[in-house]
């Protein structure tokens, strides 16, 4: 469906070009904003959130397809760490300004804010996207018919045990900070604030690495994450090197994302629409099961339980991604 929304009329219509693709999910964004902030019921409230997950998911399933039809071959690496740069920066900021207008405007104010930001992103778009050049498909691509391909089942195996692995642990990583580290507010803060600024870095180092070593990133970052994950069971209790575990952890993290929308651009760039699709359901039902897993762990076993088994998962994604090179060498030859 995004494909035929990304080629319907006049490839020459500005509206076309815009309103069809990024501009109708950044308006499903802000309509969001309106339904959670008057939501007069727990249900109104409910449809606002799924509509908010829709435009997201939306939005992240076209861009390594939209980074491609904008950037030459070569730049798409540059262009998508662009892309997770203004993710990793927008996430640093919106969490504590989030929590500090929350504190004197309220949850509905806070969200509210949504819509203004929304709308300054409407009319950025609209007046800075240039034409997509058009492309002609027989037919379009079916997402779940793609993991038919061994390369693309195997490279979707490693991305699921990344996030699955990550989001074990990230989504209890505060109350880990607050009752096992004993951190103070100020210090978990600036700790969380060191990941995000480490992970802006993590994907400009990248994005300039992956044109030559595209997997070899692909294995490490995962591999070292796991190593990160096992090193903070040992020094969870100790402020100062879980503070720099933790930057090293946001440095990584953040960066992974990139080299998998560049092997998405190379393995699928007849389908990368499809495959945007297809990947941003796949990191969504990761998030989900390794909260749920890490969850269940942390209230079972403990905090090293849930780190331990995000760990396990992350090492799996290494391997993977190990036996996704060999599979894409042997496919090239």
């Known amino acids: ?29 802000i309509i969001s904003g309106l339904a959670v902030t008057f939501a007069p019921n727990y249900a109104f409230l409910m449809v606002g959130r799924a509509l908010l997950g829709i435009a997201i998911g939306g939005f992240w399933s076209m861009s390594t397809a939209i980074v491609m039809r904008l950037m030459p071959q070569d730049m798409v690496p540059k262009g998508l760490a662009m892309l997770n740069a203004g993710n990793a920066i927008a996430a640093t900021i919106a969490a504590p300004v989030g929590s500090f207008l929350g504190a004197y405007i309220g949850w509905r104010g806070a ?115 796991a190593a990160l994950a096992v090193a903070l069971i040992a020094f969870g209790t100790l402020p100062v090197p879980t503070g720099l575990l933790l930057v090293a952890w946001g440095f990584f993290g953040t960066a992974a994302p990139v080299g998998w929308g560049t092997w998405l651009s190379r393995t699928l760039p007849d389908d990368a629409e499809a495959g945007g699709g297809l990947q941003v359901a796949v990191i969504q039902l990761a998030i989900t099961g390794g909260a749920a897993i890490g969850g269940t762990l942390f209230d079972t076993v403990g905090w090293w339980g849930a780190f331990t088994f995000g760990s396990v998962l992350l090492c799996g994604s290494g391997l993977a991604a190990f036996a996704a090179s060999h599979t894409a060498r042997r496919s090239s030859q």
């Open 111 to 225: 969200f509210f804010l949504v819509v203004p930001l929304g709308l300054l992103a409407l009319v950025w778009q609209w007046t800075s996207l240039p034409a997509l050049p058009p492309r002609r498909r027989k037919r379009p691509g079916n997402p779940l018919a793609l993991l038919g391909r061994l390369p693309v089942a195997i490279g979707m195996a490693s991305i699921m045990m990344l996030f699955m692995g990550q989001f074990a642990l990230f989504t209890y990583l505060r109350p880990v900070l607050e009752s096992v580290t004993r951190l103070d507010i100020a210090s978990l803060s600036a700790i969380l604030l060191g990941m995000g600024l480490a992970g802006v870095l993590g994907t400009w180092c990248v994005g300039r690495l992956l044109r030559t070593r595209l997997f070899g990133i692909l294995i490490v970052i995962p591999l070292v994450m």
């Open 1 to 29: 469906m995004e494909s035929d929304l990304l080629n319907l009329g006049n490839p020459d219509s500005a509206i076309t070009r815009t309103a069809l693709v990024v501009t109708g999910f950044t308006l499903l964004l």
